[in-house]
């Protein structure tokens, strides 16, 4: 099968309040696992599967992640970051949604089977989720047999179908409704996450597909407890 995703954008402007007495003034994204960092670990994992063609969107302290990843990826600095959530971030970086990609967050440690998975799906907009985990403080989704119809932390976890982790794709068709949804919080939704245009495209009749990832391995960094955690299973080779 071949693999038609090329392109990813990274998120990852964001100040990482949860974790702010761990990182220590740097994103969260450059903490490190063994001798690399997140994001590090992460971009790898894209060029393995022939993904190239990275963008990485910074913010809060983006020298210092330019300075770690250097000219091997393009950059967009989003100046606004303190004041909003990642919708506007991808909002701003919207000009980027001009061909098939896979959009993820930078604080992301997972199995590079789940990149593979996601980028070789045929559908225009996938999800990937973890149906055996419902956590607090994350993205949570309700489905059907084959669509996500509802997405955010508003979705009780009692009543959720599972977590959104934080890796989506897009076709080249569907960037240009992805970006058209942005456009509606243009003056608005300054706190919320990029999910919410998702919900909007749902509410359009649009359909949001989803791959289960419950068999593979993922952890998104948001705590010290996460951090450590993640920390004891990336020496066990969980994350492979």
Request: hydrophobic letters at 30%; proline letters at 1%.
């Amino acid at each position: 099968m071949t693999n038609k995703i090329k392109k990813a954008l990274i998120l990852a402007a964001g100040k990482g309040t949860r974790i702010r007495g761990t990182t220590k003034n740097k994103p969260k994204c450059l903490l490190r696992f063994k001798d690399k960092t997140i994001i590090e670990i992460l971009i790898e994992k894209l060029r393995s599967e022939g993904i190239n063609k990275i963008t990485v969107v910074t913010g809060y302290q983006s020298e210092k992640i330019k300075k770690k990843l250097k000219n091997s990826v393009k950059y967009i600095n989003y100046p606004n970051y303190n004041k909003t959530n990642n919708l506007h971030t991808l909002l701003y970086a919207k000009k980027e949604l001009n061909e098939p990609l896979l959009c993820i967050f930078s604080d992301l440690l997972l199995s590079q089977k789940i990149i593979k998975k996601m980028a070789l799906s045929k559908k225009d907009i996938c999800l990937a989720i973890d149906t055996k985990s419902k956590l607090e403080g994350t993205m949570r989704v309700k489905k059907t047999k084959n669509h996500i119809v509802d997405i955010g932390s508003h979705i009780k976890t009692n009543f959720s179908n599972g977590n959104f982790i934080g890796l989506s794709k897009f076709s080249k068709f569907c960037c240009k409704h992805l970006k058209e949804s942005l456009n509606r919080f243009k003056d608005s939704h300054y706190e919320f996450y990029y999910t919410e245009a998702l919900n909007s495209l749902i509410k359009d009749k649009k359909k949001i597909n989803f791959i289960d990832i419950s068999k593979y391995t993922w952890k998104e960094i948001d705590t010290k407890k996460d951090y450590d955690s993640a920390k004891k299973n990336f020496l066990n080779n969980y994350y492979l």
